[in-house]
């Protein structure tokens, strides 16, 4: 018996086979996950079938001989705001509508590029407007979208606007100039989207993943199936013992002695020790493997959180990040240790025993098999139910983190305001939720188990009456069914376990897909990832009529502005007015939506996003330390620094004074979040940061305005000294931190109003000379 | 602190823009209603501002306001307006980016894609909000009112 299972295992230790028969099983057991993969809807959607650019040809059957598409635009609203798709098309000659509408199949107006005296963009709140002006046409066209396609629209009145003007001015566009607008590139296609969500089941996705520890799988596996071969042994022993050994005693039919026991209870030994040091290689086999797939999960995960952008942390709640690194790797870890080999052992169990028990009687085994259906029909029934409840389960658990997150750090806050009670209370509801979540699980777990658990004692009871039965019609002996017994119940056994195994692999389905749902975010800087390597730069920067949205809101209306190698720019402008976002986009931590910033001629958006930032230097308004020393910090972005750099970066930052004072001096620990040093200290620490790195653009945004004014003095005057040689654009509210300043920068709502030098725009008398005046005041009183 | 003038004085100008004149008679040509709450409260305290976003008047209670210019102020709101109210789910899946909702809402058919699990929020009392990819707001002002297939979908994945 033992060498048949051998064999067995043998030819499934060819890893290759070993992938498919897993896979197969894992696909075959578990059938198709609904919630991965769902039918196509039935429903047809005639707005979305209709976005498809179906519509083009009814447009391109209007043209006139030698007319060309140029640019075309998909809108989604009709003038009522209802979703209805519309197409306006520019051509060499004219401009198209194209209306669909319930009623008709769809009207198609023009007009001459010649007449149109203006197209307009307008953003109105979550949606977007054009507003045509044509002459002889009083009221204009409008056409409105939602803000999906701004972008595109926003591209496509440029398209239209150029065109026009080339018209007018007499030269018209070069066949090359008259690029089309990747109008389909973004949001109006769906099709891209329906084929890819079918990313496929997340276990299996699990089971790809584990690929680099197969041999150790395999070898897993092998294990696991000699262990339970040898297990399976006892009973057949057993069988033999009684039907050899104890009932020809007992009848006294042959003259046999006692110790005929001997070899059968060697064998039995024997086994049981076999199969012990079996499991032992076993468990720890595949306890190692768990651990290192879901290390391997961790790092991945936290690699890939590295490389997405600001824009996605900017979205996602930490909290859910965590629970996601941490808890639904831990509960991956528990499945695959505890469950998934397991549950490949026992389907082999559950196969064999099978098999053994047709073997011994094809009729006692067909009625012992007769719960089985019964208890699948019982799983698939509710598979379906926990799967969803473990999904809610694993959100529950984010969102409870999130509030943590949220609240521990900001627990001064709370304090100054006495909200205690109210985040307890906060904290409570959203346990309570997890609790509510893992009480829906287990309200069906706890109904559904032992129900299976009654089947199965059912079955046992059925072949008490049947084995009795079969026995008085002599057709078996005792022994034989004794050892059946033992089988059957070791069957149900399996069945039990693996009915367990599909609960336990919908939860760590909806964790693995929490994952894969993190590992699936492309690293989203929007356009291509730079691939030009530089060195340090020179320092020049080129922004052309750069325009840049959050959502559909229009944030940085077209800025255009030429900085020197070397030259230091005081930004100034009210709050909100788009500063921080500008150097944000400098930094690339966005792309720009329209036009482009070019630093040393180069396009940024060509250059290696990391070389270029080892060129910059950024002080922010929040100087935010890690844990560690003051000197770790320091050096933070140049971890090689000497001690020597260290400490004249320091010292350049007005922070090696202070710094001598504390009694660790350089060593002294920062704590959390740098919480142990004062506001002015932390952005003191910041500076000499960013001074590190010597780095050809130094960046601060409101960096000395949590310092007092004696220390901002101080500050200054290093930077007087450390501006030298390096671009610098400085926000700042008090005007005077920017008196070096070759030119002042003044933005309004996304745009610059005012360039000049501090007396320049104090004689215009304009928005500088305001905030000037206001901040004499305010000094005075 | 109520505003001093019992109501705003608003009109609509020849270029169809919302006009107010204000307590000291000076005309603003065109200026934009902004709702305040626009997800809790819609339908109280909308300001008037001018282009720049500085408010002119507040608007606590619409009812109060005389016809005309209830009228010409919901009017231009609702051209402002556009926060889809779901009234039938027909599928939620998960798509490349998040979840791809397929839908009926008071403004038609339509699907959207929903980043993160973040992007679904409860406002409370059965009020869900749901943020698209582009930062389209869409709502369910009751859950519990949504046809139990609908409640379904939703509960599965939220
Ligand atoms: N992540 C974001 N999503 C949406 N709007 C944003 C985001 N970040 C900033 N904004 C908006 O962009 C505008 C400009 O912000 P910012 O550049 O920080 O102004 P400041 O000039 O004070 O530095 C603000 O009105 C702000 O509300
Ligand atoms: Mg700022």
Redesign the pocket.
């Known amino acids: 018996m033992w060498f048949e299972f051998a064999g067995l295992a043998r030819q499934c230790c060819a890893t290759r086979q070993f992938l498919h028969f897993a896979s197969y099983a894992l696909q075959t057991a578990i059938q198709q996950h609904h919630l991965w993969q769902h039918p196509t809807p039935a429903i047809h959607l005639s707005s979305t079938t209709a976005a498809q650019p179906a519509t083009l040809p009814l447009i391109e059957r209007r043209l006139e001989p030698g007319e060309r598409v140029i640019a075309r635009l998909q809108t989604d609203l009709d003038r009522q705001l209802r979703f209805q798709n519309g197409l306006l098309v520019l051509t060499t000659r004219r401009l198209l509508a194209l209306e669909e509408s319930q009623e008709e199949a769809g009207q198609i107006r023009d007009w001459a590029l010649a007449e149109i005296e203006s197209l307009e963009l307008e953003e109105m709140g979550a949606t977007g407007a054009l507003h045509l002006m044509a002459t002889g046409q009083p009221g204009g066209s409008h056409w409105r979208f939602t803000a999906g396609c701004i972008r595109e629209a926003d591209a496509f009145v440029a398209c239209v606007m150029d065109h026009r003007g080339a018209l007018l001015s007499g030269n018209p566009p070069v066949e090359s100039q008259t690029a089309e607008p990747d109008v389909d590139d973004e949001g109006l296609d769906f099709s891209d989207l329906v084929r890819d969500s079918q990313r496929g089941n997340p276990l299996l996705r699990l089971l790809m993943f584990s690929r680099p520890w197969l041999p150790l799988i395999a070898l897993g596996l092998v294990l696991t199936v000699a262990a339970t071969s040898a297990s399976l042994l006892s009973p057949w022993l057993t069988g033999s013992l009684v039907d050899a050994v104890l009932i020809p005693i007992q009848t006294q039919s042959q003259a046999l002695h006692v110790q005929q026991i001997t070899p059968y209870a060697i064998m039995l030994l024997g086994t049981a020790l076999l199969a012990w040091l079996l499991k032992w290689g076993r468990s720890f086999v595949v306890a190692r493997i768990a651990e290192l797939v879901t290390s391997r999960m961790r790092r991945d995960l936290f690699e890939h959180l590295q490389r997405l952008s600001l ?1 996605y942390f ?1 979205k996602k709640r930490t909290g859910d990040l965590i629970s996601r690194i941490s808890s639904d790797t831990d509960r991956l870890s528990m499945f695959i240790s505890l469950s998934f080999i397991d549950f490949v052992c026992d389907v082999f169990q559950f196969v064999f025993t099978a098999l053994i028990l047709f073997k011994i009687h094809p009729l006692l085994a067909l009625v012992a098999l007769g719960p089985v259906p019964v208890v699948a029909w019982l799983v698939k029934c509710v598979r379906v139910h926990l799967r969803s409840c473990f999904a809610a389960s694993g959100r529950a658990w984010g969102i409870m983190l999130s509030v943590l997150t949220d609240t521990i750090p900001g627990v001064r806050v709370v304090k100054a305001f006495a909200q205690e009670e109210r985040e307890i209370e906060r904290f409570r509801q959203t346990d309570h939720h997890v609790y509510a979540t893992n009480d829906r699980v287990n309200r069906t777990w706890s109904f559904f188990s032992p129900m299976i658990e009654m089947f199965t004692d059912l079955g046992l009871l059925l072949i008490w009456i049947a084995g009795a039965w079969t026995v008085a019609h002599g057709e078996i002996r005792v022994g034989v069914l004794t050892c059946f017994i033992m089988y059957t119940s070791r069957f149900y056994g399996r069945v039990e376990a693996m009915s367990r195994f599909f609960a336990s692999a919908q939860r760590a389905a909806a964790s693995a897909h929490r994952i894969f749902e993190v590992l699936d975010v492309k690293p989203d800087m929007p356009s291509t990832e730079g691939t030009q390597r530089i060195g340090r730069l020179s320092g020049r920067i080129e922004f052309r009529d750069v325009k840049f949205r ?2 559909a ?1 229009q ?2 209306r077209g800025i255009s502005l030429d900085i020197a190698a070397g030259e230091m720019i005081g930004l100034v ?12 986009l400098a930094c690339r931590f966005f792309d720009v939506s329209g036009g482009a910033i070019l630093v040393d001629g180069q396009d940024l958006r060509d250059i290696h996003v990391e070389d270029y930032r080892k060129n910059i230097g950024l002080v922010l308004q929040e100087p935010y330390l890690f844990f560690g020393t003051i000197s770790d910090n320091i050096a933070y972005g140049k971890p090689d620094a000497s001690r020597e750099e260290i400490i004249a970066a320091a010292k350049a930052a007005c922070a090696h004074e202070f710094i001598m004072r504390l009694t660790d001096g350089y060593d002294s620990m920062v704590g959390e979040r740098g919480q142990q040093l004062s506001g002015g200290e932390r952005q003191r620490i910041s500076i000499a940061r960013a001074l590190l790195i010597d780095p050809a653009i130094l960046i601060l ?2 960096a000395t305005s949590s310092v007092d004014t004696e220390t901002e003095r101080e500050i200054q005057r290093a930077l007087d000294n450390l501006v030298h040689g390096r671009t610098t654009i400085a ?1 700042a509210h008090r005007l005077g931190t920017l008196r070096n300043a070759n030119r002042l920068v003044v ?1 309004e709502h ?1 745009l610059i109003t005012e360039i000049g030098s501090h007396d320049q725009l104090l004689n215009t008398s304009g928005t500088y000379a305001r905030l000037h005046q206001a901040m004499l005041e305010v000094s005075h009183t | 602190m109520k505003t001093p003038a019992a109501h705003p004085d608003l009109q609509r100008s020849s270029v169809g823009a919302l006009a107010y004149t204000d307590v000291t008679g000076k005309r603003h040509d065109k200026v934009l209603p902004v709702r305040l709450f626009p997800l809790t409260d819609p339908n109280r305290w909308i300001s008037i501002t001018d282009l720049q976003g500085q408010e002119l008047a507040c608007i606590e209670e619409v009812d109060g306001l005389p016809d005309d210019v209830r009228k010409i102020l919901l009017e231009t709101l609702a051209e402002r307006d556009f926060v889809p109210v779901i009234q039938v789910i027909h599928t939620i899946r998960h798509a490349e980016l998040g979840c791809e909702w397929c839908v009926t809402t008071d403004r038609g058919q339509t699907r959207f894609c929903v980043e993160n699990d973040e992007s679904v929020e409860a406002l409370g009392g059965g009020n869900v909000v749901v943020i698209d990819q582009h ?1 389209t707001r869409y709502r369910i002002p009751d859950l519990a009112a949504l046809d139990a297939k609908s409640r379904q979908k939703f509960e599965r994945y939220y």
């Open positions: 824009i900017n959050h959502g809101r944030i940085i402008g009210a709050s909100g007015a788009g500063k921080t976002t500008l150097i944000n945004d409101e926000i933005m996304g | 930062n």
